[in-house]
């Protein structure tokens, strides 16, 4: 059964800095490039960070950019969103995906609320 599971969300003042995971199981994670996308109410979904199979590629979204940073390590199936200098306009509930070629998985989602 394929899991991805996040956690790490909350609340945090504006400023701050949160770290957030996604662990993956029921599938071989290596050969999925993972993303992290996240949604604010009444908003569409949109990309934040991406990281390829091996790892070797990052590519964030340009709002992002130099705050956040997405890894992974394939020994414990899990890929992670630091989050710094976090805005009120962040605030969302942050989904972790995998994909590759003819399969696309979605976790459930962590709510991040950045509030003073």
């Known amino acids: 059964q394929v899991q991805l599971v996040e956690s790490g969300g909350g609340l945090v003042q504006p400023g701050g800095s949160l770290r957030l995971s996604c662990a993956a199981s029921?599938?071989?994670?290596?050969?999925?490039?993972m993303s992290w996308y996240r949604q604010a109410r009444g908003k569409e979904r949109e990309s934040v960070a991406h990281i390829s199979r091996s790892g070797s590629t990052t590519t964030y979204g340009d709002t992002v950019k130099g705050r956040f940073t997405i890894s992974s390590d394939n020994a414990k199936n899990t890929v992670y969103l630091q989050m710094n200098s976090l805005k009120p306009d962040e605030t969302a509930v942050y989904y972790c995906?995998?994909?590759?070629?003819?399969?696309?998985?979605w976790g459930q989602g962590t709510q991040v609320t950045v509030s003073s």
């Open positions: 995906n995998a994909r590759r070629v003819g399969k696309d998985y």
């Open positions: 029921g599938f071989t994670f290596s050969g999925y490039a």
